[in-house]
Protein backbone atom coordinates (compact mmCIF):
# COMPACT_ATOMS: atom_id res chain seq x y z
CA UNK A 1 0.00 0.00 0.00
CA UNK A 2 1.22 3.36 -0.58
CA UNK A 3 1.85 6.20 1.37
CA UNK A 4 -0.68 8.23 -0.19
CA UNK A 5 -3.42 5.56 0.52
CA UNK A 6 -2.16 5.04 3.85
CA UNK A 7 -3.29 8.22 4.69
CA UNK A 8 -6.40 8.38 2.40
CA UNK A 9 -7.12 5.03 4.68
CA UNK A 10 -6.62 6.87 8.10
CA UNK A 11 -8.08 9.77 7.72
CA UNK A 12 -11.00 8.36 6.57
CA UNK A 13 -10.81 5.58 9.50
CA UNK A 14 -10.95 8.88 11.99
CA UNK A 15 -13.27 10.78 10.92
CA UNK A 16 -16.37 8.13 9.79
CA UNK A 17 -15.01 5.39 12.65
CA UNK A 18 -13.96 2.58 10.70
CA UNK A 19 -14.86 3.70 7.38
CA UNK A 20 -18.38 1.83 7.49
CA UNK A 21 -20.98 3.78 7.62
CA UNK A 22 -19.67 6.30 4.37
CA UNK A 23 -19.04 2.79 2.63
CA UNK A 24 -22.55 1.26 3.01
CA UNK A 25 -23.89 5.09 2.09
CA UNK A 26 -21.69 4.96 -1.32
CA UNK A 27 -23.05 1.02 -1.40
CA UNK A 28 -26.45 2.60 -0.98
CA UNK A 29 -25.90 5.68 -3.22
CA UNK A 30 -25.15 3.35 -5.77
CA UNK A 31 -27.51 0.84 -6.06
CA UNK A 32 -30.53 2.80 -4.29
CA UNK A 33 -32.98 3.77 -7.01
CA UNK A 34 -34.67 6.00 -4.62
CA UNK A 35 -31.96 8.31 -4.49
CA UNK A 36 -34.20 11.00 -2.74
CA UNK A 37 -34.73 8.97 0.18
CA UNK A 38 -31.17 8.12 0.57
CA UNK A 39 -30.10 11.71 0.82
CA UNK A 40 -32.67 12.63 3.37
CA UNK A 41 -30.84 9.54 5.01
CA UNK A 42 -27.55 11.07 4.78
CA UNK A 43 -28.66 14.58 6.27
CA UNK A 44 -29.70 12.46 9.24
CA UNK A 45 -26.30 11.13 9.94
CA UNK A 46 -25.08 14.71 10.73
CA UNK A 47 -21.65 13.91 9.21
CA UNK A 48 -18.93 16.22 10.01
CA UNK A 49 -17.93 18.26 7.07
CA UNK A 50 -16.57 21.97 6.33
CA UNK A 51 -20.00 24.22 4.50
CA UNK A 52 -19.26 23.50 1.08
CA UNK A 53 -19.94 25.60 -2.23
CA UNK A 54 -20.64 23.24 -5.10
CA UNK A 55 -21.41 24.50 -8.40
CA UNK A 56 -23.68 22.82 -11.31
CA UNK A 57 -23.01 23.93 -14.47
CA UNK A 58 -24.29 23.64 -18.23
CA UNK A 59 -21.56 22.81 -19.71
CA UNK A 60 -19.59 25.90 -21.90
CA UNK A 61 -20.42 29.03 -19.18
CA UNK A 62 -17.50 29.18 -17.90
CA UNK A 63 -18.28 28.29 -13.96
CA UNK A 64 -14.69 27.22 -13.32
CA UNK A 65 -13.53 30.75 -13.85
CA UNK A 66 -16.42 32.11 -11.79
CA UNK A 67 -15.78 29.42 -9.02
CA UNK A 68 -11.95 29.97 -8.70
CA UNK A 69 -12.65 33.57 -8.73
CA UNK A 70 -15.18 32.86 -5.62
CA UNK A 71 -13.07 30.71 -3.80
CA UNK A 72 -10.04 33.24 -3.96
CA UNK A 73 -12.52 35.83 -2.09
CA UNK A 74 -13.18 33.20 1.44
CA UNK A 75 -9.91 31.29 0.45
CA UNK A 76 -11.41 28.24 -0.06
CA UNK A 77 -9.59 25.37 -2.35
CA UNK A 78 -11.41 24.75 -5.86
CA UNK A 79 -11.91 20.74 -6.84
CA UNK A 80 -12.90 20.05 -10.28
CA UNK A 81 -10.78 17.53 -11.90
CA UNK A 82 -8.86 16.87 -8.80
CA UNK A 83 -11.56 14.19 -7.89
CA UNK A 84 -10.30 12.09 -10.20
CA UNK A 85 -7.09 12.19 -8.95
CA UNK A 86 -8.18 11.47 -5.32
CA UNK A 87 -9.94 8.43 -6.36
CA UNK A 88 -7.23 7.57 -8.34
CA UNK A 89 -4.75 7.29 -5.35
CA UNK A 90 -8.26 5.58 -3.14
CA UNK A 91 -8.44 2.90 -5.72
CA UNK A 92 -4.39 2.61 -7.01
CA UNK A 93 -6.07 2.83 -10.77
CA UNK A 94 -5.09 4.58 -13.95
CA UNK A 95 -6.54 8.07 -13.98
CA UNK A 96 -7.50 7.76 -17.71
CA UNK A 97 -9.83 4.47 -16.81
CA UNK A 98 -11.46 6.83 -13.91
CA UNK A 99 -12.15 9.82 -16.47
CA UNK A 100 -13.80 7.08 -19.04
CA UNK A 101 -16.53 7.82 -16.31
CA UNK A 102 -16.14 11.71 -15.69
CA UNK A 103 -18.97 14.24 -16.04
CA UNK A 104 -16.85 16.68 -18.73
CA UNK A 105 -14.34 13.36 -20.35
CA UNK A 106 -14.98 13.27 -23.99
CA UNK A 107 -16.54 9.88 -25.39
CA UNK A 108 -19.16 8.21 -24.28
CA UNK A 109 -19.08 5.82 -20.90
CA UNK A 110 -17.16 3.27 -21.52
CA UNK A 111 -17.10 0.14 -18.38
CA UNK A 112 -14.33 -1.62 -20.81
CA UNK A 113 -12.27 0.89 -21.10
CA UNK A 114 -10.47 0.35 -17.71
CA UNK A 115 -9.40 -3.37 -19.40
CA UNK A 116 -8.00 -1.59 -22.35
CA UNK A 117 -6.12 0.46 -20.07
CA UNK A 118 -4.88 -2.08 -17.70
CA UNK A 119 -6.76 -1.70 -14.87
CA UNK A 120 -8.96 -4.15 -13.09
CA UNK A 121 -12.56 -3.44 -14.15
CA UNK A 122 -14.05 -0.53 -13.23
CA UNK A 123 -17.69 0.21 -13.88
CA UNK A 124 -19.99 3.23 -13.60
CA UNK A 125 -21.38 1.83 -10.17
CA UNK A 126 -17.46 1.72 -8.66
CA UNK A 127 -17.23 5.29 -9.91
CA UNK A 128 -20.76 6.68 -8.25
CA UNK A 129 -19.55 4.79 -4.85
CA UNK A 130 -15.82 6.39 -5.50
CA UNK A 131 -16.96 10.12 -6.31
CA UNK A 132 -19.05 10.06 -2.99
CA UNK A 133 -16.68 8.88 -0.91
CA UNK A 134 -14.10 11.36 -2.39
CA UNK A 135 -16.98 14.25 -1.98
CA UNK A 136 -17.28 13.30 1.80
CA UNK A 137 -13.53 13.02 2.38
CA UNK A 138 -12.48 16.24 0.62
CA UNK A 139 -15.26 18.18 1.91
CA UNK A 140 -14.17 16.90 5.50
CA UNK A 141 -9.97 17.69 4.74
CA UNK A 142 -10.69 21.38 3.61
CA UNK A 143 -13.19 24.17 3.13
CA UNK A 144 -14.12 23.65 -0.68
CA UNK A 145 -15.53 24.65 -3.77
CA UNK A 146 -16.66 21.44 -6.29
CA UNK A 147 -17.53 22.07 -9.63
CA UNK A 148 -19.94 19.84 -11.29
CA UNK A 149 -20.59 16.33 -11.17
CA UNK A 150 -23.61 16.61 -9.17
CA UNK A 151 -21.90 16.32 -5.63
CA UNK A 152 -24.26 19.21 -3.77
CA UNK A 153 -26.62 15.74 -4.61
CA UNK A 154 -24.47 13.73 -2.61
CA UNK A 155 -23.33 15.99 0.39
CA UNK A 156 -25.65 16.78 3.10
CA UNK A 157 -27.64 19.82 1.63
CA UNK A 158 -27.82 21.31 5.30
CA UNK A 159 -23.86 21.68 4.42
CA UNK A 160 -23.88 22.61 0.71
CA UNK A 161 -24.54 26.11 -0.78
CA UNK A 162 -26.00 24.90 -3.95
CA UNK A 163 -25.05 27.48 -7.36
CA UNK A 164 -26.50 26.46 -10.84
CA UNK A 165 -24.77 28.45 -13.64
CA UNK A 166 -26.34 28.51 -16.79
CA UNK A 167 -26.26 30.11 -20.53
CA UNK A 168 -28.12 30.24 -23.75
CA UNK A 169 -26.58 28.06 -26.43
CA UNK A 170 -25.06 31.19 -28.48
CA UNK A 171 -22.96 32.11 -25.34
CA UNK A 172 -21.95 28.78 -24.78
CA UNK A 173 -20.81 27.77 -28.48
CA UNK A 174 -18.66 30.92 -28.70
CA UNK A 175 -16.95 30.42 -25.25
CA UNK A 176 -16.37 26.76 -26.23
CA UNK A 177 -15.51 28.17 -30.03
CA UNK A 178 -12.81 30.40 -27.94
CA UNK A 179 -11.42 28.01 -25.43
CA UNK A 180 -10.98 25.13 -27.98
CA UNK A 181 -10.04 27.07 -30.72
CA UNK A 182 -12.18 25.70 -33.23
CA UNK A 183 -14.81 26.88 -35.53
CA UNK A 184 -18.74 27.56 -34.10
CA UNK A 185 -19.73 24.72 -36.08
CA UNK A 186 -17.46 22.53 -34.81
CA UNK A 187 -18.11 23.77 -31.25
CA UNK A 188 -21.70 23.25 -31.82
CA UNK A 189 -21.45 19.86 -32.61
CA UNK A 190 -19.14 19.02 -29.13
CA UNK A 191 -21.80 20.85 -27.34
CA UNK A 192 -24.52 19.15 -28.34
CA UNK A 193 -22.71 15.84 -27.65
CA UNK A 194 -21.21 17.49 -24.46
CA UNK A 195 -24.94 18.07 -23.26
CA UNK A 196 -25.96 14.56 -24.49
CA UNK A 197 -23.59 12.90 -21.97
CA UNK A 198 -23.78 15.11 -19.06
CA UNK A 199 -27.47 14.16 -19.20
CA UNK A 200 -26.98 10.29 -19.48
CA UNK A 201 -24.67 11.32 -16.68
CA UNK A 202 -26.93 12.89 -14.12
CA UNK A 203 -29.90 10.17 -14.87
CA UNK A 204 -27.44 7.06 -14.30
CA UNK A 205 -25.25 8.81 -11.46
CA UNK A 206 -27.85 10.59 -9.82
CA UNK A 207 -31.24 9.63 -10.70
CA UNK A 208 -31.92 13.18 -11.84
CA UNK A 209 -33.36 13.71 -15.38
CA UNK A 210 -32.54 17.62 -14.87
CA UNK A 211 -31.28 19.87 -12.98
CA UNK A 212 -34.56 21.57 -10.62
CA UNK A 213 -34.65 25.26 -9.76
CA UNK A 214 -35.69 24.11 -6.25
CA UNK A 215 -32.07 22.30 -5.76
CA UNK A 216 -30.01 25.78 -5.98
CA UNK A 217 -29.27 28.50 -3.36
CA UNK A 218 -28.43 30.36 -6.18
CA UNK A 219 -29.09 30.51 -9.91
CA UNK A 220 -26.93 32.80 -12.11
CA UNK A 221 -27.34 33.35 -15.91
CA UNK A 222 -23.79 33.71 -17.11
CA UNK A 223 -24.58 35.76 -20.69
CA UNK A 224 -25.27 38.72 -18.44
CA UNK A 225 -23.81 38.67 -14.82
CA UNK A 226 -19.95 39.08 -14.65
CA UNK A 227 -17.72 37.29 -12.83
CA UNK A 228 -16.80 39.45 -10.34
CA UNK A 229 -20.19 40.46 -9.84
CA UNK A 230 -21.38 37.05 -9.09
CA UNK A 231 -18.41 35.70 -7.03
CA UNK A 232 -19.26 38.69 -4.56
CA UNK A 233 -22.85 37.97 -4.90
CA UNK A 234 -22.16 34.22 -3.99
CA UNK A 235 -19.73 35.19 -1.02
CA UNK A 236 -22.28 37.45 0.43
CA UNK A 237 -24.98 34.94 0.37
CA UNK A 238 -23.13 31.94 1.29
CA UNK A 239 -22.29 33.49 4.33
CA UNK A 240 -25.13 34.68 5.27
CA UNK A 241 -25.99 30.95 5.35
CA UNK A 242 -22.53 29.90 7.13
CA UNK A 243 -21.64 32.34 9.10
CA UNK A 244 -17.50 31.99 9.91
CA UNK A 245 -17.11 28.66 11.36
Known amino acids: MTEKKQLWN??????????LRVNQLADDYAEQIN???????????????FPAICFSR????????LAEKTAKKIGYRVIDREVIETISKATDLNQASIATFDE???????????????????????????LFVAAFFLAHMEKTVFVGRGIHL???????FAVRCIGSIAHRI????QSLKVSQQKAKKILAQADQEQK??????????????HEFDLIINMDT????????AIVTLFESRFPVE
Do not use: C
Open 10 to 19: SDLSRYWKGK
Open 35 to 49: KEALRKKVRKYNLEI
Open 58 to 65: QIGVGALA
Open 104 to 130: RYPGKLREWMGRILGDRLFDLDEYTRQ
Open 154 to 160: MLPRNRV
Open 174 to 177: ENLS
Open 200 to 213: DFFKKVHGKEKALP
Open 225 to 232: IQDTAAAD
